[in-house]
């Protein structure tokens, strides 16, 4: 069985490398951490690669909106004629994934290979504005798994996961864009209230995002970007109320869990690439 070989960008801001890093390997991946300015450049080949993924932090500070510096530059950097955004539209061909977490959500709705990869010069039709609370968001909040065609989520129909950003909130150009988005199924995720259903409004919401959404998907369901970080829910220690869960547990005479929800995730994904090898 060929191995599995996963590519997490730093640089430039970004701040949870090592974490997706880890992730990916206890999913079972190889993995590697390289600068952007490599991967740009063309001193790291993608082709060697089978799982792309842009992690979570501040990329350039933020200072042109979430994410929105960093699509330029990949964007409008060229090797031999062929621009980054060309390449990972390629990559995407090949039936290789690309996830991006929180501002590597917003990298690739800037980039517009959310909610398309289908042509290489596709129009940014999303955007991730300014919370509705004005206010930087962190803490964990709870999510519904919608059907769709995303490698990711096969099988889970819930996720608690933490939040931390201040540009969350998913906003389209047209009501049409929406629409189009929960018709073709790429809607992977909507915020929720503890019950499990949508959440319209804040806190369990934290953010304003049109019709709930927390995650999409691209037509093929191999590339994935959420606001969540499902890489700081990793194991069943990360979750807030891991005490109290243990003792119950233990009371019912349950067996405690090793992984959290985040995990899931990954483990999803690196098996999705491993049997499609």
Known sequence: MKPVRAL????????????????CKKAGAETSIEHANDLLSG?????????????????FADELGAGKAFANRLSFSHRKGASLKERLHQFISEGKCIIGICNGFQ???KLGLLPS???ADSKQELSLAHNDSQKFESRWVNHKVLGSPCVFTRGIDKLYLPVRHAEGKLVARHSEVIDNLFNNKQVVLQYADPNG???????DNPNGSVKSIAGLCDETGRVFGMMAHPEAAIYFTNHPHWHRLREEAKRKSEAVPEE????????NGIQYLRESL
């Open 197 to 203: 259903n949508a959440a319209y409004t804040y806190p």
């Open 8 to 23: 997490i960008i730093s640089g430039y801001g970004i701040n949870c490398e090592k974490e997706m890093a880890h992730a």
């Open 260 to 267: 959290a929800d985040g995990y899931k995730i990954f483990n």
């Open 117 to 119: 990869f289908k042509e």
């Open 43 to 59: 001193r790291i080949e993608l082709s060697k690669y089978h799982l792309l993924a842009f992690p979570g932090g501040f990329s």
């Open 107 to 109: 990298l690739l709705v």
